[in-house]
């Protein structure tokens, strides 16, 4: 029996390869570790609104894994390490939580694009550097509509298990010329995730709702040592400030930014900030909203 590696976070929603949409990758995803995919399974996927006639259309930041080391149970029964050349989506699934091994299709109409067929390390084995990568993911408001009801429990959560086929060799498997998991004897060892849903929510976005609303979604990563991104959405382009204050109240960063209608991103640098809980704002139009977030050079 082979126990199956678990990615450390994973790719999202989607669906059959498409161009329609596109992704640009975001700044905060190159001082990532290894095997990260922002935003995290905690901040998660946006929800998709059966009212936006725009439909639906979010984007993944990943940074590849170059080693990794998987458990193999007999005839070999060791840790086994893995050195990863490629990586690439291999499957996108619904599954049940309250019956793991029940597998459906996504929905119908949800597709996503990569930046790149494969996202292959740089470098030479075994000194191999990871690289990172951007996934769209969208469906046009029928699509959205139609999914509204569906998921394992008909309430428009969709639990997703996603499958990431990856090129390896492995010298104590007998595998020294770099071979794709999914043709190997050990798929079993393809890494997967399932901390991600897509939720379909009836109704509008606050993005469609008013031109006077915006929405903050968060900064990520968040904790954060080195650098991070703030991700927002406008419903129309123009000029927001932010703010960072510490905990003192004293103003710390202030910069503004021209923003586009849809998802925007503002990098944020720690460079010149110490560990702590900081607070910022983001201004639009009149329009203030706060969050937190913590810097953590530790």
Partial sequence: MIKRLLFVSAITSGLALTSHAQCTIGSAIANADAGTILPDSATGLPPAYTGNSSGYITSLDIKTLTDTTVNVGPPVNQTVALKVYKMKIHNVKVFNPNNPSQETALPSGFTYAANAPEWVNGGTAPNLTPVTGCVAVSANQASVQAALNGGPANDGVYPLR??????????????TNPTWISQSPYSDLMPTNEKYRLRILNGTSIIESNNNDFRVIANVPNPFANNTEILFTLPIEGNV???????????????????????????????KLTSGIYLYTLTYNNTTITKKMIVDKN
């Fill in 241 to 271: 400030n932010l703010k960072v204050y510490n905990m003192l109240g004293k103003e710390v960063y202030n910069t503004s930014v021209a923003g586009n209608t849809g998802d925007n991103r503002i990098p944020v640098s720690a460079e």
């Fill in 162 to 175: 996603i499958y990431v086929d990856i090129q390896f060799t492995a010298p104590s498997l007998f595998i």
